[in-house]
């Protein structure tokens, strides 16, 4: 009887260690996946994917794995069913992702030797995310020694030590697919501000251009992977190596804020809070960055002091004061100069796409009227950037010490919007919750 409880929107069936070698108990491996897939859903089989090995000499064709099987009727797959093969599970997994996105498809059946569960628990952290569901089943691979070679890497062993190299391996692999693949959206992009002397500080604004994330609204630099995203570790740390190249910085010393869309600064001297908005610090060789995707990616830097900070600043941050609260942290801390910090903004939503209900847009105007337009609207416009200017000119900043979208000159204007450049930003505004981030980075040589 088929359980009705099976939700699973595809089936993946793990045949990557038989390789390109036949195993006298294939037909008895099959079967018993046969069975496993009958029991769950029936007649009514999902599309199915079968992962294999591809020998890089003898190309197959792609049904040779199951000529010797007449009992197994592949097209009873009324639903569906494609052969993935590669020399690289990474690979095979990364394709198979691809095209359940496409399809925007997110639970699956893993049908899988058991000998292989530690090194596919690497596989399914790095290349996927919580957004999608594995139900996994088992069997027992059946095999002669002269008939079966563990293609993929060192067989399994009971002790810890071949454990582990058996999940370094399945990380190698990942690593290196990633690698190997293309950039996507053309070369990558830093954008940099002239108020940041580059003698002192390394720092830039990413863009969404040169990285490998292959879904439409994370293409391709995304730098943030979440639980509710489905952009994967593995792809955001190839994005991070990445940038770290063309930038600069090596992505083991990066050291992001922990958003909370508050006020809370971290001296990075100090016990690390939960979460926080900014950071300083006076320690060379260390990246530190705020995310942005439409909320205000915020540098600072004093060159006297040879200080620096980043802040994230959405509208509850900018009301929070969180740009004033890092600048107050940096001469509280290292007693800078109000008249010596400098602070860019880079890329975020203009007063041209961010709208607020009446009432949180109130305490905007509050700030000055001038930052929102059209107030009497159920949906008034609000300028978040001319509002995080006037609290940092309020706090001592001096006014020519502030780079944003004001800046006479346009042709170094950073401060561009997230929203309007769907070719060069991340946008939460324009791509709704599945968005992309870029960084907002610094750092003292």
């Not at 099976?6 to 069975?35: A, M, P, T």
């Not at 697919?177 to 580059?198: A, M, N, T, V």
């Not at 190596?241 to 083991?252: I, N, T, W, Y």
């Not at 607020?356 to 978040?384: G, M, N």
Request: proline content about 5%; charged content about 25%; aromatic content about 10%.
């Amino acid at each position: 009887m088929v359980e009705e409880t099976c939700k699973e929107e595809v089936v993946l069936i793990d045949f990557f260690n038989y390789g390109c070698h036949k195993s006298r108990s294939l037909n008895k491996d099959l079967q018993h996946i046969w069975r496993i897939i009958q029991k769950r859903y029936g007649t009514n089989r999902p599309f199915t994917y079968f992962m294999c090995y591809q020998d890089p000499i003898y190309k197959e064709n792609n049904s040779d794995i199951f000529s010797s099987t007449p009992e197994i009727d592949l097209d009873s797959l009324k639903n569906g069913f494609k052969i993935v093969k590669d020399t690289n599970m990474a690979a095979i997994l990364y394709t198979i992702k691809q095209e359940i996105d496409e399809l925007n498809k997110s639970t699956a059946l893993l049908i899988m030797p058991k000998q292989r569960k530690l090194e596919m628990d690497v596989y399914l952290d790095q290349l996927f995310t919580a957004v999608y569901t594995f139900t996994l089943e088992y069997f027992n691979v059946h095999h002669n020694n002269e008939n079966f070679m563990p293609l993929c890497g060192t067989e399994q062993q009971k002790h810890d030590s071949a454990d582990e190299d058996s999940k370094e391996l399945a990380r190698k692999n990942i690593k290196s697919y990633l690698q190997s693949l293309p950039s996507l959206k053309g070369e990558l992009i830093i954008l940099k501000s002239q108020r940041i002397p580059e003698d002192i500080f390394l720092h830039g604004f990413s863009t969404r251009c040169g990285g490998v994330s292959s879904i439409p609204t994370l293409s391709s630099l995304n730098l943030f992977c979440g639980s509710k995203r489905r952009d994967p570790k593995g792809v955001i740390a190839e994005n991070f190596s990445r940038l770290g190249k063309v930038a600069g910085f090596d992505p083991q010393t990066y050291v992001p804020v922990k958003v909370d869309h508050a006020e809370i600064v971290w001296i990075m001297e100090k016990p690390e809070p939960p979460y926080y908005d900014g950071i300083v610090t006076n320690q060379k060789a260390v990246t530190i960055a705020a995310p942005g995707a439409d909320c205000i990616p915020i540098l600072f830097c004093d060159p006297v002091k040879k200080a620096c900070g980043a802040a994230h600043s959405g509208w509850k941050g900018t009301l929070l004061g969180v740009s004033m609260a890092t600048v107050n942290a940096m001469i509280s801390e290292y007693g800078c100069d109000v008249k010596d910090i400098q602070v860019v903004l880079g890329p975020s939503v203009g007063p041209c796409c961010f709208t607020l209900t009446q009432e949180e847009s109130k305490a905007f105007y509050d700030i000055e009227p001038q930052c929102v337009r059209q107030f009497e609207s159920p949906k008034p416009y609000v300028d978040i950037r001319r509002a995080t200017r006037i609290l940092l000119e309020r706090g001592g900043i001096l006014p020519q010490n502030i780079q944003d979208d004001t800046t006479v000159d346009k042709s170094q204007n950073i401060t561009l919007c997230t929203s309007c450049h769907p070719d060069k930003f991340f946008s939460h505004v324009r791509d709704g919750n599945n968005f992309g981030t870029q960084i907002g980075f610094i750092s003292i040589k």
